[in-house]
């Protein structure tokens, strides 16, 4: 007996007793020749933008310039942060880390998108889609759960100000970041191990311009594995709705408070505070609910990928000037920094720009 006829007896060996103690795992083993399951899925085609090549170099130019916008704004957010030291403060370093989620959304399905644009083509690899699942749910779980404690943040400054230093010193604000990365590294690990551990027998096909998750489950043809993803969605929509939840309370409170301030200056300064953060949460919370509980009957694939780019490329993009412009903190260190850019520029242009110390 030669080494092929000694593996193949024992690879049948193994087969028969997976068949006899769990049978429910035979069927992949028996439908094997018929239909492609995720280990051997190559490839998935993406939704193309447009079929013309003109508009194609369009979409090209267009996601070009919103990514580099982003990519500026914040990297300019993070550098006033870190070299102004007013902002030197919990929601100053929530603002940080809001500014690195935002940077990881936007390199996480806009260059995928630029490259089939630009070369007109629609594939991704199988560990390039699963890589580009985990990324996003990682930094849309961690954005999210960092809203949350900046609401929390404004709810403390507002409506507990002689508690601001306990609450929110800088272990306990460093515990909360932490929590808010590690929550979205989990919620990114356990949706991606059980996405693509499900069988694939409808095809490759996503009716989407990037890998996302209920795109990939029509795909599937287990019940079982797609029951327990769906699992998994419902426990972290009824958490994301937990938030909203505390995010609206929190609201209710610290607009109470506000109107009890007896001076109209005090009032205005109170809102501007909050201002900010409330329109991100808004414009980040609408996109994401209409995307995914909008009714069945309007749902076609030019909206589905319309409002994709609104939640996944908009909001990165436009947090940086929402609080840049609403925030007069934010908007001094940002005006110190430029400033500080263009003299040291003009005084030594060989010389990097450090900001303002």
């Given at each position: 007996?030669?080494?092929?006829?000694?593996?193949?007896?024992i690879?049948?060996g193994?087969?028969?007793?997976?068949?006899?103690?769990?049978?429910?795992?035979?069927?992949?083993?028996?439908?094997?020749?018929?239909m492609?399951?995720?280990?051997?899925?190559?490839?998935?085609?993406?939704?193309?933008?447009?079929?013309?090549r003109?508009?194609?170099l369009?979409?090209?130019?267009?996601?070009?310039?919103?990514?580099?916008?982003?990519?500026l704004?914040?990297?300019?957010?993070l550098s006033?942060?870190?070299?102004d030291?007013?902002?030197?403060t919990p929601?100053?370093?929530?603002?940080?880390?809001?500014?690195?989620?935002?940077?990881?959304?936007?390199?996480t399905?806009?260059?995928?998108?630029?490259?089939n644009s630009l070369?007109?083509?629609?594939t991704?690899?199988?560990?390039?889609?699963a890589a580009?699942?985990?990324?996003?749910?990682?930094?849309l779980?961690?954005?999210?759960?960092?809203?949350?404690?900046?609401?929390?943040?404004?709810?403390v400054?507002i409506c507990?100000?002689?508690?601001?230093?306990t609450?929110?010193?800088?272990?306990?604000?460093?515990?909360?970041?932490?929590?808010?990365?590690?929550?979205?590294?989990l919620?990114?690990?356990?949706?991606?191990?059980?996405?693509?551990?499900l069988?694939?027998?409808?095809?490759?096909?996503l009716?989407q311009?990037?890998?996302?998750?209920?795109?990939?489950?029509k795909?599937?043809?287990?019940?079982?594995?797609y029951?327990?993803?769906?699992?998994?969605i419902?426990?972290?929509a009824?958490?994301?709705?937990?938030?909203?939840v505390?995010?609206?309370?929190?609201?209710?409170q610290?607009?109470?408070?506000?109107?009890?301030?007896?001076?109209q200056?005090?009032?205005?300064?109170?809102f501007?505070?909050?201002?900010p953060?409330?329109?991100?949460?808004?414009?980040?919370?609408?996109?994401?609910?209409?995307?995914?509980l909008?009714?069945?009957?309007?749902?076609s694939?030019?909206?589905?990928?319309?409002?994709?780019?609104?939640?996944?490329?908009?909001p990165?993009?436009?947090?940086?000037?929402?609080?840049?412009?609403r925030?007069?903190?934010?908007?001094?260190?940002?005006?110190?920094?430029?400033?500080?850019c263009?003299?040291?520029?003009m005084?030594?242009?060989?010389?990097?720009?450090?900001?303002?110390?």
């Amino acid at each position: 007996m030669n080494c092929i006829e000694i593996w193949s007896d024992i690879v049948r060996g193994v087969c028969l007793n997976f068949t006899l103690w769990l049978p429910f795992l035979s069927r992949p083993c028996a439908k094997k020749q018929q239909m492609p399951n995720s280990s051997s899925m190559a490839q998935f085609l993406l939704l193309a933008f447009a079929d013309r090549r003109e508009l194609q170099l369009l979409h090209f130019w267009l996601f070009l310039a919103i990514s580099l916008a982003a990519l500026l704004a914040n990297g300019l957010i993070l550098s006033a942060v870190a070299c102004d030291h007013h902002l030197h403060t919990p929601m100053g370093f929530f603002l940080l880390n809001l500014s690195l989620t935002d940077l990881g959304c936007i390199c996480t399905t806009v260059p995928k998108a630029m490259h089939n644009s630009l070369h007109n083509t629609t594939t991704i690899s199988y560990m390039g889609c699963a890589a580009q699942v985990f990324l996003l749910v990682f930094f849309l779980g961690t954005e999210f759960s960092l809203l949350t404690i900046m609401c929390y943040d404004r709810y403390v400054a507002i409506c507990k100000p002689l508690h601001y230093g306990t609450l929110l010193g800088s272990r306990a604000c460093a515990h909360m970041a932490a929590a808010a990365w590690a929550a979205g590294f989990l919620s990114g690990l356990l949706h991606t191990a059980s996405t693509f551990s499900l069988p694939l027998c409808q095809g490759n096909a996503l009716g989407q311009f990037f890998c996302e998750i209920p795109h990939i489950l029509k795909l599937s043809c287990s019940h079982s594995g797609y029951l327990r993803e769906i699992g998994l969605i419902v426990v972290s929509a009824c958490l994301i709705f937990g938030c909203f939840v505390f995010i609206v309370f929190s609201y209710v409170q610290i607009f109470r408070a506000v109107l009890r301030i007896p001076s109209q200056q005090g009032r205005h300064k109170a809102f501007s505070t909050c201002l900010p953060h409330l329109t991100v949460v808004s414009l980040f919370s609408s996109t994401l609910f209409f995307a995914y509980l909008k009714p069945p009957s309007i749902s076609s694939p030019s909206l589905d990928l319309a409002l994709s780019v609104l939640y996944s490329v908009v909001p990165p993009a436009l947090n940086p000037l929402i609080y840049s412009l609403r925030n007069q903190e934010v908007k001094d260190a940002l005006r110190k920094l430029i400033s500080g850019c263009f003299s040291e520029a003009m005084n030594s242009p060989s010389s990097a720009c450090y900001g303002p110390h």
